[in-house]
């Protein structure tokens, strides 16, 4: 069992849609939890870091932790043609700044 | 955030052959690091660049295959050594600054070795 479960997808909705993005873990040391996007040739960008259990709210995007199940949530209101891209989640333990990533899943948000 | 620059972005090599990435950032940053991104497959590490000492290999990489310099605080190199074709991947440096857990990364360079 990988550390880091992520499903691949393709994911497509349309859009408006609400999209959920998820990730099972089994590190239970895991302490900093982030979402990263990826377009199409070109390297993750960082958009949203949540530290332990809770939800984090950035405009259109909310993220969410639940240490007790060891589940983490990506949320997209609202989502956009230009929102898609994969969608990695990366994962922390306490006393490490090496992260541990998941496979990333593909959104397709199609107009 | 950092912006970060890569070169070659991309490059097809012959077996046996050695190809040198590079990573310049903007500004001054404490830690790099060293990604393999292969289809399909999560972003793995493969170093962190240490600034005027010897890099800090992940489980599975050695240096003699993966040589890494960083001579000051804004740039490294990264040499994938005597290639085959199971080392064509995307390579992808990153930065963080001081103890933040937050890593940024550069643009990617896709290597196709024939």
């Known amino acids: 069992q990988k550390e880091v479960e992520q499903d691949p997808g393709p994911l497509s909705v349309p859009e408006g849609a609400i999209v959920s993005l998820n990730c099972t873990y089994s590190?239970?040391?895991?302490?900093?939890f982030m979402w990263y996007r990826q377009y199409s040739r070109k390297g993750p960008e960082l958009l949203m870091y949540?530290?332990?259990?809770g939800n984090k709210e950035d405009g259109r995007f909310t993220a969410q932790v639940d240490k007790s199940s060891k589940y983490i949530s990506l949320f997209i209101r609202d989502s956009q043609p230009s929102d898609s891209a994969t969608y990695l989640c990366?994962?922390?333990?306490?006393?490490?700044?090496?992260?541990?990533f998941g496979r990333g899943t593909s959104l397709i948000v199609h107009p | 955030s950092a912006v970060i620059s890569q070169k070659p972005s991309r490059d097809i090599c012959q077996r046996g052959t050695s190809l040198t990435i590079q990573c310049q950032v903007d500004?001054?940053?404490?830690?790099m690091f060293w990604y393999r991104q292969q289809p399909g497959q999560s972003l793995t590490l493969i170093a962190t660049?240490?600034?005027?000492?010897?890099?800090?290999?992940e489980s599975g990489f050695v240096i003699d295959k993966f040589p890494i310099s960083r001579p000051n605080l804004t740039f490294s190199t990264l040499t994938v050594s005597n290639m085959s074709p199971e080392d064509s991947s995307i390579y992808l440096c990153?930065?963080?600054?001081?103890?933040?857990?937050?890593?940024?990364f550069g643009p990617g360079t896709r290597l196709t070795v024939t």
């Open positions: 500004s001054q940053v404490t830690m």
């Open positions: 590190n239970s040391a895991f302490q900093y």
């Open positions: 949540t530290y332990s259990s």
């Open positions: 990366a994962m922390i333990p306490g006393g490490s700044y090496i992260p541990t």
């Open positions: 660049a240490n600034q005027g000492s010897e890099a800090t290999y």
């Open positions: 990153s930065v963080a600054r001081g103890s933040s857990y937050e890593q940024y």
